[in-house]
């Protein structure tokens, strides 16, 4: 299991002595937990630019800004926007933040809401990394033209994301979110949800995921025999 803190100043003695580990309703003991030391980050930004986002492109486009200017030299960045079907496709290390910013520039409110195969399509292209901090921004308001339902996102998105390293973080854009939908898709990689951000709040978010390199621990327990 691998979790992500927002205090970067707690010890791997005072996290033990937080953390409670259930499984199956027992109370597990003896789990080890170590720092993991990351030397990058892989960071996908995946943009719905369906037409349910109309009236929302600008802020969608604010969003993206403020990820890119505060990225860093550490971090090699991915660029998605998608409809029905991925629209424009900038895969990890192939653009500069200057690319990205231009594919920016070009985004819309145009077809239909394809999330799930986009995201499906995406995961299919990355690889696991063993010293990279890997992690989707996925910019959305969760209206799915093929809404799936839990089994299905865990099944093709969640247990493919946690087989390759990634955690999928959803900022809920627009003006009418689907809560729920965008909440099973994060939390089926060990991911969160942002809902209607203010520019603070995207703010804390995106200097979360940047501070992600140096505050990952790996807790280590054997499941309990039932």
Do not use: W
């Amino acid at each position: 299991m691998k979790v992500q803190l927002s205090d970067e100043f707690l010890t791997e003695r005072e996290l033990k002595n937080l953390v409670r580990i259930k499984d199956c309703n027992y109370d597990i003991t003896g789990a080890t937990i170590e720092k993991v030391e990351y030397d990058k980050a892989n960071i996908i930004l995946i943009c719905d630019n369906s037409g349910s986002m109309s009236g929302s492109v600008g802020s969608l486009q604010n969003a993206v800004n403020k990820f890119l200017d505060t990225s860093n030299e550490k971090e090699t960045l991915g660029f998605y926007t998608f409809d029905d079907n991925i629209l424009q496709s900038l895969p990890l290390g192939t653009a500069s933040v200057d690319d990205i910013r231009n594919a920016v520039g070009n985004m819309g409110d145009f077809g239909g809401t394809n999330i799930f195969g986009t995201l499906t399509s995406v995961l299919s292209g990355v690889s696991y990394v063993e010293d990279a901090n890997q992690v989707i921004i996925l910019m959305t308001d969760g209206q799915d033209g093929g809404n799936h339902d839990y089994a299905a996102i865990e099944a093709e998105i969640g247990n493919v994301a946690i087989s390759k390293g990634y955690m999928v973080y959803v900022v809920g854009m627009g003006s009418s979110i689907n809560y729920d939908y965008l909440t099973n898709i994060a939390s089926s990689t060990g991911g969160q949800i942002l809902y209607s951000p203010t520019d603070s709040q995207l703010e804390e978010m995106y200097q979360f995921i940047h501070g992600a390199i140096d505050n990952q621990y790996k807790i280590t327990f054997t499941a309990k025999d039932t």
